[in-house]
């Protein structure tokens, strides 16, 4: 299911390109409700070949999931409105079954949705303010035209609009309903299986330098939600300056997240927004067709400025950090996991749907159910006869053996080994001490600098409480993590990491490292891991396929050297 989810997704994902960059180049009205209208119809269609539970849910999913790591800025709303539309035709076919009722229901929810979607997102971004910029707008345009000036004629025409976003709804779901029975009478069609040299689409790749942290992801939704409501009750000045701090400090962290802020034609629309609302707010509660310049208008015009610079920096800051590797590993490991596995395939398919909707531009506006009706059929050939496919890890070695076996020392001297055949080896080596027959702490080593610091010790030596009978030093745990930031493993041949044990697995010590490097890096690793946590590494980390070396008696050093090095060079 997730792999035919993966074909229709990524055929709704390619529609958003090619068509709705030839509607938004043009400046074509009413553009939201022509892509809407043309998902509908995909999805639909792509349903009546497959009508299964749930599949609506998982082709909006796959759509936003390949929106979050487009290289656009602004990803949030967009993402939330596909997820919103493919839920609203869910509904539909839940409520009334998947037949025609529960089509047009199911199309009327979601085209309608994308107009609630952009006026709710209009009046987040700029405030209640626009509103009134638009009603005065209608009211110099009726005057003009000879309609009815009042606020009566004014919500009349939203009605009509809201009507006909209704009305393209139940008309796509209609259309989705004949070329989907199109498609079930026509052949099975080829798609190409492999991409061509140099075509795999890849999106924005996680900026190996970029750093990550949960809680200034809930900070930046509470600065977003709680900035709007303060701004409309600071002064103009305060609010102003307070917003652009805000902005220096997301500009600073997240570079590449700012790149809307640069666009000339995003502060010309607020040049041109100020210059309206000058020329129109200040004669809000005067029907008639005069104009002329106010500040109190201009006044209203920075506020919903302010408001808008706000929302691209706070979704611009948002779009970074949803991109966390830690992030994604924790929802692949709580129940996305087939979401994760499902959108590789989506990817292949993507360069390919793009191709052949840019190729079959004339045939869309000549046999535009017969063209449709091949895609739709094409793509679902396709996505049926994929075979699953795991996510992709760097490969990686899983050392281990009983206790008191030596494990450490063992790994020890087979980095000794690889360092003296040329090898760059970094990460870390925790060094056991002792006193007497028990262990009294371990000091960390960076293995690419040699450096070493004093990791933890048994009692309240420590800075930090750990795991059992240690206490940690904040020193030592900094040298670990910087030993394991993807910065420094890039200089590096091999990644050793000693130890990944039930701390980890708690998400201490250094979990938050190996989730970005598991996800990040190509680089090959050898992980020492106790027995007892092996199945809990394996599925914690994405591992299952990482084969296992156990330290025991009769093993030597260049056993473990030969298993690694064949294991670097099958990268």
């Not at 990644?495 to 998400?507: A, K, M, S, T």
Request: proline share 5%; with cysteine.
């Amino acid at each position: 299911m997730w792999f035919r989810a993966a074909g229709i997704g990524s055929l709704w994902a390619s529609m958003e390109i090619v068509l709705g960059s030839f509607l938004h180049n043009l400046h074509v009205p009413l553009a939201g409700l022509i892509l809407s209208a043309w998902a509908v119809c995909l999805l639909v269609a792509s349903h009546r070949l497959r009508p299964r539970k749930g599949l609506f849910l998982r082709a909006g999913l796959i759509c936003a999931a390949m929106k979050s790591i487009s290289p656009s800025a602004v990803i949030l709303g967009p993402m939330v409105a596909i997820v919103i539309e493919a839920l609203c035709l869910e509904a539909g076919v839940k409520l009334l079954c998947p037949n025609i009722p529960g089509y047009l229901l199911g199309g009327a929810l979601a085209v309608s949705w994308s107009l609630l979607h952009k006026v709710g997102r209009l009046l987040v971004v700029y405030g209640p303010n626009l509103v009134n910029l638009y009603l005065r707008l209608y009211q110099l345009a009726a005057h003009q035209l000879g309609l009815d000036p009042s606020q009566h004629g004014f919500w009349r025409l939203v009605s009509g609009l809201a009507a006909l976003y209704l009305l393209g709804g139940i008309g796509a779901a209609l259309l989705g309903w004949y070329i989907g029975d199109r498609a079930l009478n026509l052949p099975a069609g080829p798609l190409a299986t492999s991409l061509p040299a140099g075509r795999r689409f890849e999106g924005r790749k996680v900026d190996p330098g970029q750093a990550f942290h949960k809680g200034l992801l809930i900070l930046h939704l509470i600065i977003i939600s709680g900035g709007l409501w303060f701004l409309g009750r600071l002064p103009l000045m305060i609010s102003a300056a307070l917003v652009a701090l805000y902005v220096l400090l997301v500009s600073l962290r997240y570079r590449q997240g700012m790149r809307y802020l640069k666009r000339p034609g995003f502060w010309a629309v607020l040049a041109a927004l100020t210059i309206l609302a000058g020329m129109l707010l200040g004669h809000i509660n005067n029907a008639s067709a005069s104009t002329g310049w106010s500040w109190q208008g201009a006044r209203a015009g920075l506020e919903m400025n302010i408001r808008a610079v706000l929302m691209v920096a706070g979704f611009a800051a948002l779009g970074v950090e949803l991109r966390n590797p830690g992030l994604r590993l924790w929802m692949e490991n709580h129940g996305f996991r087939q979401l994760y596995l499902a959108l590789p395939v989506a990817f292949d398919i993507l360069p390919f749907m793009v191709d052949r909707l840019a190729a079959a531009r004339r045939g869309l506006f000549s046999q535009p159910v017969k063209t449709v009706a091949r895609i739709i059929r094409q793509v679902d050939s396709y996505s049926t006869g994929i075979q699953p496919r795991t996510s992709r890890r760097p490969p990686t070695l899983i050392v281990t053996g009983k206790r008191g076996a030596g494990k450490t020392t063992f790994l020890a001297q087979a980095v000794k080994a690889l360092k003296a055949a040329g090898l760059e080896v970094g990460g870390i080596l925790a060094v056991g001490l002792w006193e007497g027959r028990i262990r009294s702490g371990f000091d960390i080593v960076d293995l690419l600098t040699g450096e070493r610091r004093l990791l933890c010790r048994r009692g309240k030596e420590g800075d930090l409480p750990g795991f059992g009978p240690f206490c940690f030093s904040k020193q030592g745990l900094a040298v670990g993590r910087r030993a394991l930031s993807p910065e420094r493993i890039q200089r590096a041949d091999l990644v050793v990491v000693d130890e990944v044990g039930p701390w980890e697995l708690q998400g201490q010590g250094w979990a938050k490292s190996l989730d970005i490097l598991v996800q990040t890096v190509n680089i090959p690793m050898v992980w020492l891991v106790r027995e007892e946590s092996i199945e809990e590494v394996h599925r914690r980390w994405g591992l299952k396929e990482a084969p296992v070396y156990e330290v025991t008696a009769g093993r030597k050093v260049e056993d473990l050297t030969e298993e690694i090095l064949s294991l670097k060079n099958s990268c």
